[in-house]
């Protein structure tokens, strides 16, 4: 037997080894990561840095009566379906983020971060984490964010909020960084308590 | 490439290739559970990967599995035959003989092996995954054939091992 025939036949040896673990239970145990983690993560995106030189307005085409708020730095639309994108390209502005998202019926404390992603970062000193299990938390968490997307290059990151999984009381804490290489970008997202302080 | 394509296409050659690594089926299905569980939470970065399925293999390997795991543990028995019947059937009595041919190789073997066999990764590639040289991952496979070649052509007197 030649070297390809005994690799085939070790290979074929293990053809009925088969994950049992569903696509659904990684997924649930992916949002439990993400929120011990505060879900935080990195995102690699190449071409980062030359997206300050980026000055074009995006035309953002809507299906919607809602406007979007388009800035050179992000942008807000709102879908069909009460959905709310945000992206980012640029870390700036983002009192006017979190007043766009606020009048889009998000209550929410925005803030962007220069800097090497965190698994861990404070909370601001206003808000307050809510109270309830991690599994809780992810689960809620996973209505309200939706699955992480891989941008096109040189587009930022892209987020999808889902306003009406907000339960009354409950409102979120998002963070966006990114690396000091202007490489890596990242972001989290708390479940933090609506208070005034915290979220408007 | 979406989350779930790449979950369904690459689940089961992970598995495998931790499975041979590792020699514990049920501790490698919570690994690669795991790796895959963290590709997902990342997968803006992971998706980009040039190799998502080495990524996989790497972090469940590295994998630090602390209280996902499920206690119980089904312990594979690599000395021996893996138990068909424990695992919903692993196939012919000469597969599984052979899978614990492979599953006998020293471990730098095994995982040699297993990335050339599951994830078809090249000698460079192997290396950086496993971090060691180049021809080092050459002679570990080199032996690793051999050592199948050698129990193959024993004739399948493979049965005569079970």
């Known amino acids: 037997m030649n070297d390809n025939e005994?690799?085939?036949a070790a290979r074929d040896s293990f053809s009925e080894v088969c994950m049992r673990t569903s696509l659904e239970q990684t997924v649930r145990r992916g949002r439990a990561l993400r929120a011990r983690r505060r879900r935080y993560r990195a995102a690699a995106l190449a071409g980062a840095a030359a997206l300050a030189a980026v000055t074009a307005v995006t035309v953002v085409k809507l299906s919607t009566p809602a406007s979007p708020v388009t800035l050179d730095a992000w942008t807000v639309t709102v879908g069909p379906d009460h959905t709310v994108t945000v992206t980012v390209r640029q870390l700036s502005d983002a009192a006017g983020l979190q007043q766009t998202l606020r009048a889009d019926g998000i209550p929410a404390q925005v803030a962007f971060q220069p800097g090497t992603p965190s698994d861990s970062p404070p909370l601001p000193a206003e808000c307050r984490n809510v109270a309830m299990?991690?599994?809780?938390?992810?689960?809620?968490?996973g209505k309200i964010l939706g699955p992480p997307a891989a941008t096109p290059f040189g587009q930022g990151i892209a987020l999808t909020l889902y306003p009406r999984a907000i339960p009354h009381g409950i409102g979120i804490y998002l963070a966006i960084q990114s690396g000091s290489n202007s490489h890596d970008w990242g972001w989290g997202l708390d479940l933090v308590q609506a208070t005034q302080a915290c979220t408007g | 490439m979406d989350?779930?394509?790449f979950y369904a296409s690459a689940r089961d050659d992970c598995l495998r290739a931790v499975f041979t690594?590792?020699?514990d089926r049920q501790e490698a299905e919570e690994l690669v559970a795991e790796a895959f569980a963290r590709a997902w939470a990342r997968w803006a970065t992971v998706g980009r990967h040039p190799a998502p399925r080495a990524w996989v293999v790497r972090t469940a390997l590295n994998a630090r599995v602390s209280w996902w795991r499920r206690r119980r543990r089904e312990v594979f028995v690599p000395d021996g035959l893996p138990d068909g019947a424990s695992d919903g059937g692993l196939g012919s009595v000469a597969d599984r003989t052979l899978m614990a041919i492979v599953l006998r190789l020293p471990e730098r073997q095994r995982?040699?092996?297993?990335?050339?066999?599951?994830?078809d990764l090249d000698t460079a590639q192997t290396a950086d995954v496993l971090g060691i040289a180049a021809g080092t991952v050459t002679a570990h496979l080199a032996r690793a054939i051999a050592a199948l070649r050698?129990?193959?052509s024993n004739g399948m007197g493979l049965e005569e091992k079970i």
Do not use: H, M, P, Y
Request: glycine content about 4%.
């Open chain 1, 6 to 8: 005994v690799l085939t």
């Open chain 1, 133 to 141: 299990s991690d599994e809780a938390n992810a689960e809620l968490q």
């Open chain 2, 3 to 5: 989350f779930a394509d």
């Open chain 2, 21 to 23: 690594s590792v020699g």
């Open chain 2, 111 to 119: 995982q040699v092996v297993a990335l050339r066999l599951f994830l």
């Open chain 2, 150 to 152: 050698q129990e193959l």
